[in-house]
């Protein structure tokens, strides 16, 4: 995946917003005010800094070497995943969806609701809920 395939992607999420706070050169998504990626390309590099479930943080940087603590971030919740290396473009994606809907999930009652008027369970959460 590209650094452009994944911007693409990440901007497609509902309500996504694209913010600029650290570099002009760093592009932040967050939901409702809630971070849910950070992308950088240094050296023709690419990478990005998505919210996992610590379960499956330490297991999926056993599978893919392109798949490390999070940089600057809390190394239990969040994964740096780096585009140039082992990672296929279909892990990307679903790892941008569960960081996506993890940060969904911890948005208020009332902001979540809101979200479920406009947008599907697999939408927000990349699976459907039975409730």
């Not at 943080?57 to 971030?73: C, I, N, Q, T």
């Amino acid at each position: 995946m590209t650094f452009g395939e994944l911007i693409d992607y990440l901007s497609s999420k509902p309500e996504a917003e694209l913010c600029y706070p650290f570099y002009p050169d760093v592009p932040v998504f967050k939901i409702k005010g809630k971070v849910f990626a950070i992308a950088s390309e240094k050296e023709g590099k690419s990478q990005v800094n998505l919210k996992c479930d610590p379960e499956w943080s330490e297991a999926l940087r056993m599978m893919f070497d392109g798949v490390k603590p999070g940089y600057h971030m809390n190394k239990r919740h969040w994964n740096t995943l780096y585009l140039d290396a082992d990672l296929p473009d279909s892990e990307i994606k679903r790892l941008v969806d569960h960081s996506y809907g993890l940060v969904v999930k911890g948005l208020t009652k009332a902001q979540r609701k809101v979200l479920k008027l406009h947008y599907d369970d697999v939408q927000l959460y990349g699976f459907e809920i039975k409730e």
